[in-house]
């Protein structure tokens, strides 16, 4: 794949909408850590089962964790001169710098590479007909967010938290960067919120508990949920095998459906305050 070979001067003018694609939602949290890659491919594949059709863009192009998370390696397909063929994984179209030929990766990424990475995987990439693109940023509010603003319309944004004092901090950043960007953002989810005592079955805050929510209300932001801390999630992640793949009703999945069915609710409510242009794909 070429990186460096696009003249400045060729290049359209604005946010260009991808065709097909219904709604681009990404997934950010200001501090690193979090859970947003988790959350990111838990989300994309339980809309996936939920009947979607979902694209998953790994944008962190600095430590690009969703092929470990999803256990593919498969390495996209270039069609033709410059078209991209996503990798396909548990029903979900995927592209991550983690799954490019070494050779085409540099170790470094200079800023202009990074926008250019970017604009590719929004642009050559086969993503076809698509309910969600589910773009998963790097942490912090950098050049990554700026890029891809740049390149599409971007429907909403998923601020993602732990309870704890610095990473609200972080979020409140975030959510005053996508502010500024005048990108709408969907709400705000709540991860590692409280942990479930195995042995006694008691709710244990380990970060606290409520901070997510409450910083939404400071913010009239809407709350999308709060997914507990949970070794299975982890466990899923760290197998390739994401929890939600058990179904709904698995009680470790439980919290990652009910942020996936707020994240639905409040993408048919912006694409309907939009006009009514909701794309309908049978
Ligand atoms: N709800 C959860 N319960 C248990 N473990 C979790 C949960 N969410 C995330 N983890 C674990 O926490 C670690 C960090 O998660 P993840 O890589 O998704 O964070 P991140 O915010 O994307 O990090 P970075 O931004 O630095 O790439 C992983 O080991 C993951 O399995």
């Given at each position: 794949m070429s990186h460096s070979h696009s003249h400045p001067h060729a290049e359209p003018q604005g946010p260009q909408p991808l065709p097909g694609v219904n709604a681009i939602i990404t997934v950010g949290s200001g501090k690193g850590g979090v859970g947003k890659t988790t959350l990111s491919v838990n989300l994309?594949?339980?809309?996936?089962?939920?009947?979607?059709?979902?694209?998953?863009?790994?944008?962190?192009?600095?430590?690009?964790?969703?092929?470990?998370?999803?256990?593919?390696?498969?390495?996209?397909?270039?069609?033709?001169?410059?078209?991209?063929?996503?990798?396909?994984?548990?029903?979900?179209?995927?592209i991550s710098v983690g799954l490019l030929n070494p050779g085409d990766k540099p170790l470094v990424w200079r800023g202009p590479m990074l926008h250019s990475i970017i604009r590719q995987f929004i642009s050559q990439v086969e993503w076809g007909a698509l309910d969600y693109l589910i773009v998963d940023l790097p942490p912090g509010t950098g050049d990554v967010a700026i890029s891809l603003i740049q390149t599409v319309p971007v429907t909403g944004a998923i601020v993602v938290t732990t309870?704890?004092?610095?990473?609200?901090?972080?979020?409140?950043?975030?959510?005053?960067?996508?502010?500024?960007?005048?990108?709408?953002?969907?709400?705000?989810?709540?991860?590692?919120?409280?942990?479930?005592?195995?042995?006694?079955?008691?709710?244990?805050?380990?970060?606290?508990?409520?901070?997510?929510?409450?910083?939404?209300?400071?913010?009239?932001?809407?709350?999308?949920?709060?997914i507990e801390l949970d070794p299975d999630i982890r466990k899923g992640g760290d197998s390739g095998h994401p929890i939600v793949l058990e179904g709904e009703s698995n009680p470790h999945a439980k919290s990652i459906f009910a942020f996936a069915r707020e994240v639905e609710k409040r993408v048919k409510e912006i694409r309907e305050a939009d006009g009514g242009s909701v794309v309908e794909i049978s």
């Amino acid at each position: 794949m070429s990186h460096s070979h696009s003249h400045p001067h060729a290049e359209p003018q604005g946010p260009q909408p991808l065709p097909g694609v219904n709604a681009i939602i990404t997934v950010g949290s200001g501090k690193g850590g979090v859970g947003k890659t988790t959350l990111s491919v838990n989300l994309a594949v339980a809309l996936a089962r939920m009947g979607h059709k979902v694209g998953l863009l790994d944008a962190d192009v600095y430590g690009p964790n969703v092929p470990l998370m999803l256990g593919t390696q498969e390495a996209p397909q270039v069609i033709g001169e410059n078209r991209i063929l996503p990798a396909e994984r548990y029903g979900l179209r995927v592209i991550s710098v983690g799954l490019l030929n070494p050779g085409d990766k540099p170790l470094v990424w200079r800023g202009p590479m990074l926008h250019s990475i970017i604009r590719q995987f929004i642009s050559q990439v086969e993503w076809g007909a698509l309910d969600y693109l589910i773009v998963d940023l790097p942490p912090g509010t950098g050049d990554v967010a700026i890029s891809l603003i740049q390149t599409v319309p971007v429907t909403g944004a998923i601020v993602v938290t732990t309870p704890s004092d610095v990473s609200l901090q972080d979020a409140r950043k975030a959510i005053e960067m996508f502010k500024q960007v005048k990108v709408d953002i969907l709400g705000l989810v709540e991860n590692m919120s409280f942990f479930v005592c195995p042995h006694c079955n008691h709710e244990i805050d380990i970060f606290s508990k409520g901070g997510g929510e409450h910083t939404a209300r400071q913010f009239s932001l809407p709350f999308l949920g709060r997914i507990e801390l949970d070794p299975d999630i982890r466990k899923g992640g760290d197998s390739g095998h994401p929890i939600v793949l058990e179904g709904e009703s698995n009680p470790h999945a439980k919290s990652i459906f009910a942020f996936a069915r707020e994240v639905e609710k409040r993408v048919k409510e912006i694409r309907e305050a939009d006009g009514g242009s909701v794309v309908e794909i049978s």
